[in-house]
């Protein structure tokens, strides 16, 4: 069974939003903590938020002030909200959990592509 699962990814304009989840099959306390990152064609992939166990959260400077993360820890789930979106925003997102034992799971990502 998948781990983390991404979803609301799609193709919105310059400007316009979209909310991304990151749904988990277990506790997200398992996890020390909690990212989004993203990779574009042709790009190394890139963190784009963090979020640790006591909910303190960094941001990529490239999405502050644009994107918001935050959970719902009655539904084991991580969101990732993307305001005033830009072209260069285009990637697949991916979900990442670091557990306490030190290992890293991945959900299969999610594209999201900015028009402009």
């Known amino acids: 069974q998948e781990l983390l699962v991404e979803s609301g990814g799609g193709l919105v304009q310059a400007g316009g939003s979209l909310r991304l989840s990151c749904a988990a099959s277990?506790?997200?306390?398992?996890?020390?903590?909690m990212g989004w990152y993203r990779q574009a064609p042709g790009k190394q992939r890139e963190l784009v938020a963090s979020?640790?166990?006591?909910?303190?959260?960094d941001y990529a400077d490239s999405v502050r002030g644009r994107f918001t993360v935050s959970r719902d820890t009655t539904k084991n789930t991580v969101y990732l909200q993307m305001n005033r979106l830009k072209p260069e925003d285009t990637a697949v997102y991916y979900c990442?959990?670091?557990?306490?034992?030190?290992?890293?799971?991945w959900g299969q990502g999610t594209q999201v592509t900015v028009s402009s």
């Open positions: 990442n959990g670091h557990s306490v034992a030190g290992r890293d799971f």
């Open positions: 979020v640790v166990r006591l909910g303190n959260i």
């Open positions: 277990v506790n997200i306390f398992s996890f020390n903590v």
